[in-house]
């Protein structure tokens, strides 16, 4: 009777020392899962943070703006596209819509009076 109390124990034993081996292999499992997602994390929270801040900039841009600083606006817009490309967080479609923005604000409308023909009196 002993001796198979004594069994019984050390199997018991071996079963609670491969559930605790176990158990700390699925831990360390854990940890490294969760440091690999909190570097993830602080790598797209910078990049994001670094995105916001240009478009503040950009805004801060617009609302000092004046005629001449339209350069000075469309820098800081394109700072903040290539931010936001980086990260990944701005598709091909929106970034050429943006171009084209850019692009249609420089260009010269023909249309414009001042660009009419003025040599009538010549």
Do not use: C, N
């Not at 019984?8 to 071996?14: F, I, R, T, V, Y």
């Not at 559930?19 to 997602?37: I, N, Q, S, Y």
């Amino acid at each position: 009777e002993k001796t198979a109390s004594k069994e019984d124990k050390q199997a018991e034993l071996k079963k609670r020392q491969a559930d605790h081996e176990a158990w700390a292999a699925e831990l360390e499992e854990t940890k490294v899962r969760f440091e690999k997602a909190t570097a993830e994390y602080e790598a797209q929270a910078a990049d994001l943070s670094k995105a916001i801040s240009s478009l503040e900039a950009a805004i801060k841009a617009m609302e000092d703006s004046k005629p001449t600083s339209l350069i000075a606006l469309r820098a800081s817009v394109e700072k903040g596209m290539a931010f936001a490309m980086a990260a990944g967080r701005l598709a091909e479609q929106k970034r050429k819509k943006i171009s084209e923005m850019l692009q249609s604000a420089a260009r010269v409308d023909p249309a414009d009076p001042t660009y009419q023909f003025h040599s009538q009196g010549i």
